[in-house]
Structures are given as C-alpha cells and as structure tokens.
C-alpha cells in the first residue's frame, strides 16, 4: 500500500468519525456564516471561536472529571502574557512565542495540579481560584514589566493577511476545528471512559486498579494547554492583553458558556460561547449592566434546563425515540439463557493448589473511627482457593473488614498481607494491581454509563490501554469481545446499551458481581452479593458465584446465613468488631455463642 493511499484512508475514516463530522459541523457554520455577516459580527464570530475553545477546555474538566475550576483562566492569562512578554518586549518570533506560551502553562497546569487536585468539590474550586488570584496579583502589581492595570498592548499578528478580520476567522476557525477534533477523540478513548467513572464513582475506580489521582492530574494539565491555546489566539486576534484575562470573572464566564449549553456535552459550550460572547459585546454597547443580564440567563438556565441547551435538548429526543424498555424481572425468571462460558470465568475442574503462602492474611488488624474500635485485634489467614463466609450483626464490623483488606480504609494498627506480601500501606489500586477485587454492601456502579461501558471500566482497570488518549473505546474489539462475553454470561448482554441507573437492583447486584471478577482476580471479596434481591433473583446469583474459577479465593459477607453456608467451606463470626468463632458451617449452625448473638440469651 502506497503512502498515499495509506493516508487518504486515515483522513476517509477521520471524515466519517464523530469527531470528523464536529469539525465539518464547526467549519460549514462558522465559514458560512463569517461570508454573510457584517465585519463588526465577524469579529464578534472570532471571539466567539476564541472562547469556544477556552470553553471546551473547561468543559472536558467539568463535565468528564466532575472537577469545576474557578481558576481557569489562569492558563488562558498565561499563554496570553507569555506571548505579549516574549513578542513586544523581546522581539521573540510569533511561532516561536506561541510554542513557549503552551509549555509556560503546561508547567503552570502541572504545579497548580500538584495542590489543588488533591481537593474535592467546593475545595477544588476554592483553590483554583485562590492560585488564579494570586497570578491576577502578580499582573495588577508588576507594572514594570506586565505592564500593570493598564495591560500590555502592541503585541503584532503573524502575518499581514491576518490584519484582516476575515483571515483571521479562517485561522479560527481552522483552530477551532482542530482542537475540536482532539476533544472529541480524547472524550472517546479509553483514557476519557475512565474520566466518566472517576466523575461517577471515584473510590469504586481505585478499586478497579485505576490511579485515579494520576488520571485527574494528567487531565488539569492537557485543559490547562488546550487554555492556552485559546489564550494564544486572543492575544494575537486582540494585539493586547491585561489582568483581566486572569480574573475570576474570565473563568465566570467561560463557567456560564459550559453550563448554559450543557456540561459535558462538548457541542454546548461552543453554543454557550456564542451566546454569551454575543450578548456580552451587543449589550455593552446599550447598557452599563450588561453582566446582570449574563446572571438572570445563568440563574434561568440552572433552574429551567439544568442540563444547558443542547442537554434539553437531547433529553427531548431522547423521550420522544425511547422504546418501551424490556421487562426488568423476565431474567430472574427463566435464569442464564446460556452454559456459564469457562473463558469468561475459569474452569472449577480439580482441585486449588494451596501450597505457598495464604492468599489473605490479617495479623491483629484494628480500626478506630474516633473512640469508636470498629475492628479490635482481628487475625486469620484463608488458603488459596478456599470459600470463606463472614458472619455477624449490624455493626459488627464486617464491612470495615473489607475496607481495610481491600486498602479503602487504612489500618489503625496491625496488617494485611497478600500472597506473602505485606500491603498495609499500598493504597486500593495497587492492592487491585495485586489480584484484589471486590464488591460494595450498596452499589457503587457508573448509573450515568451504559452496562458495556460499565464492563469496560472493569477489564480496562489492569490493562495499560486506559491510558490510550486516541484511539476510541468503541473500536477496540477485543475489548468489547471480552465485554460481550462477560456480559453473556451473566445474562446482560440484553441490556448492554442501557444506562446502570434504568436497571433493576437484581440486574445492578448481578452487575456488581461482573465488574468484580472482569479482571479475573485471584482474591474476591463479596460484600452481600444478595442484599436486597427477591428470592427468585438470588438463584442466578449463586449459581454464577458457583461457577467461579476454582484457584480464585471468596470472601463473602452475607447477611442470609442460608446462602452463606451454601457458598462457603469456612465461617468467620464477627461481633462487636472481634473475631468470635471460626470454622466449618456445621460447627458454626451448632454453637451457642453464634446461636445467642444472633437470637438473644433467650
């Protein structure tokens, strides 16, 4: 195959993508529209453009991460007084001065993410604009060499075709379409799956095996560049740039452009940027109090169409398109449609080799909340392969067991040891990396995800491919082969396009299960895999949980002592946050210790 040919089908394949039908989308409209309008709105239209891209870069970090920044502007201030700086007082060429404008934020991005994205919701939020703040500072005081409140003008375009405002909406709009066509396949990919999930369910994504502060830091770091480059163009569109370029208002509103067209949606704030930058520049020119108007839109938008423009909008299309749903209970029912498939979970033909070290070791593991001492001294070990059931009231401390051997919970004293090694302080995803996976007491699924998308999250957890920024999820087969298969399994694959939060709680537990051993773990833990399921929904479950692959080791907490002895050799008794008795389920049904917790002295 010829060179040639080679590329003319990646750009044919580009063209028929998603992303390649945004940018046609981007270039049709924004060409057309630059060919029709007066010049004042043309200029108008590359402002738009400007900030389009300022927004989307927001949008990314608000919508895909949940990680709303009121310091960015910082990034898009930045690239713009890198620029000015390098090109008026140091002669610096345009291309040039443009590139250090991307790295100088870039390294901006990469030290405010070392503090703030260790910050959760409002605090996030508080930092970011704390740091923006105290570049804003920096401008406003430094007048000798930023130029001060007055700003920094003369900073000259590239070229003199581009003193034409026509020209210039081209470079725009060739920019735009470019960074536009980057999102979207950043969105896609299998890095951007896991942007959802960490949005949807942060510690369930640490348990899956993902760095999830890693994900995040790399994420602030790319919006802050992809800031800049819309800081880059205003700079040389404007030939000027000042303090306000840092301000809180400039990320206000480029928070307004986001929202009012719809988080996360990517087409929405290049919708929302147009109508603000639009409305900012007509309404100063009648009235003084523009931005009061921008606030009335703001408070209107959040209570009438939470979900912006284009979120009404689809949420209209899709009510109007949805079909009747299948009926959610016809599964638990008729039980597995198919043989339960040896690939996707093991084979439990022949015996576990226990030899070598416990798979799971607890050596006087305590955890204190306050004065509280939810686990006092607990020890025990479980062989490779064995079927251990925990047992225990409320409050017994079962579940504060699990998150401490599954590494969400850090140990008051004591440790935890897996195969031998001692993984005490390895926080949850490295313990993941290890052969750890588990289940949740309450379901902590991705409800805004489809049940693939779901699956998916689960297998990409071990796999370097989640750090794939380009190619998108939905092309890799193999991927979704697995996901099929697993899917099938457990008799899902019927609802595999359906959001989490529209199914059933048996089809969610059921989903729990398969997120739990999509990576083929080598230690389980089931956290009341049958908590709150019908009796003819718990069938298919034990049936699954039966089928596991007989060298993985179970540790399940089971509310239903009937299912416990059913799936389990062993039984661990849990009460008051000790250890009462351990042993087969013969011995437990027989005590009378286990018998007076659970029915009283009487």
Known sequence: MSISSAWGGRFRALAVSPEGRVAAAIAVG???????????????????????????????????????????AAFFGVAGYTV???????????????????????????????????????????????????????????????????GLPGIARPMAALESTLVFSYVATAVLCLVAVVVVRFVRSPFGLTLQG?????????????????????????????????????????????????SIRMSAEATLMVVLGGTGTLIGPIVGSGIIVGLRNVLSAY???????????????????????????RARRLKASRAEPPDREAWSDAGPRAPISAGALGSR???????????????????????????????????RGERVAVLGPNGAGKTTLFNLVSGTLRVSGGAVLLFGEDVTRLPAYRRAVRGLA?????????????VIDNVRLALLG??????????????????????????????????????????????????EVVLAVAGRPRILLLDEPTAGVSAAEIEPI????????ASMTVLVIEHDMDVAFRLAERILVLHQGKLLRAGTPDQIKTDPAVAEIYLGAG
Request: with cysteine; charged share 15%.
């Open 30 to 72: 924004t060409l057309g529209l630059a060919h029709i309008l007066p010049p004042y709105y043309v200029h108008i239209l590359v402002l738009a453009q400007i900030f389009a891209i300022f927004s989307l870069s927001l949008d990314v970090l608000m919508g895909y991460v949940g990680l709303p920044s009121l310091g960015h």
């Open 84 to 150: 000015g700086l390098l090109v008026v007082r140091y002669g610096v060429g345009w291309a040039n001065a443009a590139l250090a404008a991307l790295m100088v934020s870039a390294l901006v991005a990469a030290l405010f993410g070392l503090i703030a994205i260790r910050a959760v919701d409002v605090f996030f939020m508080m930092i970011t604009l704390a740091l923006c703040q105290i570049l804003w500072g920096i401008a406003n005081r430094w007048g000798s060499f930023t130029g001060g409140y007055n």
């Open 198 to 246: 960490i949005r949807d369910r942060e510690s369930r994504m640490s348990i899956l095996g993902y760095n999830v502060w890693l994900h995040k830091y790399a994420t602030f770091v790319i919006c802050g560049v992809l800031a800049a480059v819309a800081g880059v163009l205003n700079a040389f569109y404007t030939g000027f740039v000042s303090p306000a370029d840092l």
């Open 287 to 313: 009235m003084e109090r523009w931005p009061l108007v921008l606030g009335s839109i703001f408070m209107l938008t959040v209570i009438l169409a939470p979900n912006g423009i284009v979120g009404w909008v």
């Open 349 to 383: 033909q022949g015996l576990p080799d226990r030899s070598g070290p416990a798979a799971l070791e607890l050596r006087s593991a305590s955890r204190v909340f306050g004065g509280l001492l939810a686990v006092n001294d607990v020890s025990f070990s479980i062989a």
């Open 438 to 450: 588990r289940t949740f007491q309450i379901t902590t699924l991705f409800p805004t995800l489809s």
């Open 462 to 511: 071990l796999d370097r491919a989640k750090f794939d920024m380009l190619r998108a999820v939905n092309d890799r087969a193999e991927l979704t082969q697995r996901a099929r298969t697993l899917l099938e399994t457990f008799d899902l694959w019927h609802r595999h396009e359906v959001p989490v939060r529209e199914l059933s709680h048996g089809e969610q537990r059921l989903l």
């Open 542 to 549: 034990i049936r699954i949980l039966h089928e596991l692959d």
